[in-house]
């Protein structure tokens, strides 16, 4: 994590966002936007001070920032707000909440203020990263603004590999052999593991499609993560923990274990790496490349997106929106970046001086900026959170060997079948 790094180095970032036009005569009469998010521990103290700096900056609108504890309890909470009438101005969101919620008219199309009087010039909408744009896309129209995005890369012990005579795990290949180098048996009992696995869909995505494998066939109405590709990708981390046992499962984060030299290799999300770092200290070199792949590279895209909802008065949405743009600007969005290890969300941004001369300084950042050409988003449908949870059971299910690959996989894709066939 980034310490203070713009303070310096904004100066060069074009152009905050100056905000105004809501016709708000007096601070006594400020709009206030509430806006629920799911940013704890550091992560949140630097969104509280960006929130703070915001407020700060004018005197017609205060965001009041309110953390609903991690995602499962934030879109339960969202969920029930909205059933209540009672929904918060702004929330972060998964895209396949978005789709659930446009499905009930519940949040106001971005574009909508994009395209209004304190709106986006095209160029400036443009500077979006293409794939977010992408992302945040939903029939045809802009809904959502992409926030704290993140992509998954490897960490690796480099003190260790270059001891081992290694590079960097390119591919699956080379991830096996640097598994195979790197763990440590004493007697009947691993002193260290080459390679730690978490049990659930996002490791089971990373092989999947970085084999070629697509979620679901090009209308959504059919599961393709039980093909050649994912049986293989499956079959793979089964095969490094009960043929090869250079690998190991741990349901929990493995930061922790790497940092006591537990284990060689992992793979986290972008934000991840600021707990490796603190893990590490001083006691070896990390290293940080892209994920091993088969057949192309490709990385999954995480995180949230910015939703404003339908039941805030317009005076109220036109507010949050306001606080979107400032916050989204490239000034913003780049501090947000050093300090979380999140994504940038503009062009700009990555490419402004003052980003510029902290990547130089930040290595393992400059290698996830780099794996934004591989990104690959999930699909964005309400259906898509129970379609998780099931692939996350048949990649558990086959790790603990209750069933093989094949038949995991082919019993999620046909509970996602069926429920694909009542999409409207």
């Not at 992302?135 to 081992?164: A, E, I, R, W």
């Not at 284990?263 to 006691?283: C, D, F, H, I, R």
Request: with cysteine; charged share 20%; glycine share 8%.
């Amino acid at each position: 994590m980034a310490s203070r790094w713009w303070q310096t180095g904004v100066a060069a970032l074009a152009g905050l966002v100056v905000v105004g036009g809501l016709g708000v005569a007096s601070a006594s009469a400020k709009t206030t936007v509430v806006f629920w998010h799911a940013m704890g521990g550091p992560l949140g103290q630097t969104l509280d001070q960006l929130v703070q700096q915001f407020n700060q900056s004018q005197n017609e609108i205060e965001v009041k920032a309110m953390n609903q504890g991690n995602y499962g309890a934030l879109q339960q909470k969202l969920l029930a707000a909205v059933a209540a009438r009672k929904a918060p101005t702004m929330s972060q969101v998964y895209s396949n909440w978005t789709d659930e919620l446009i499905s009930g008219n519940q949040i106001v199309p971005i574009e909508n203020f994009i395209k209004g009087p304190n709106g986006l010039s095209q160029a400036e909408f443009d500077d979006i990263l293409p794939g977010f744009r992408r992302g945040n896309t939903f029939y045809g129209k802009f809904y959502t603004m992409p926030f704290n995005k993140s992509l998954y890369v490897t960490v690796y012990n480099k003190t260790l590999y270059d001891q081992k005579g290694l590079g960097e795990p390119r591919t699956w290949n080379d991830l096996l052999r640097a598994a195979q180098a790197t763990t440590e048996r004493q007697g009947d009992t691993v002193a260290r593991y080459g390679f730690g696995i978490r049990p659930n869909v996002d490791t089971f995505a990373l092989f999947f499609l970085t084999n070629g494998g697509d979620w679901l066939s090009d209308d959504l109405r059919t599961a393709q993560f039980n093909s050649v590709a994912g049986q293989q990708a499956l079959q793979l981390l089964v095969d490094m923990v009960h043929k090869w046992k250079v690998a190991y499962i741990l349901s929990g984060y493995l930061d922790q274990d790497f940092g006591a030299g537990k284990v060689a290799t992992y793979t986290t999300s972008s934000p991840g790496l600021t707990y490796a770092e603190q893990a590490v200290g001083n006691k070896f070199t990390m290293a940080v490349c892209g994920l091993p792949y088969n057949k192309t590279q490709a990385t999954p895209v995480a995180g949230t997106d910015l939703a404003i909802m339908a039941q805030a008065d317009p005076r109220e949405q036109e507010a949050a929106w306001a606080f979107i743009k400032w916050l989204t600007a490239a000034p913003q969005t780049a501090r947000w970046s050093a300090e979380t290890s999140y994504l940038p969300v503009r062009t700009s941004a990555i490419e402004s001086p003052a980003y510029q001369e902290f990547l130089k300084t930040h290595p393992n950042d400059r290698v996830v900026v780099a794996q934004l050409k591989y990104a690959v988003s999930d699909p964005p449908i309400a259906e898509w959170n129970k379609i998780r949870g099931w692939v996350s059971d048949a990649t558990d299910e086959a790790l603990q060997q209750k069933k093989t690959p094949k038949q995991a996989l082919d019993e999620a894709a046909a509970k996602s079948n069926e429920l694909l066939a009542k999409r409207k």
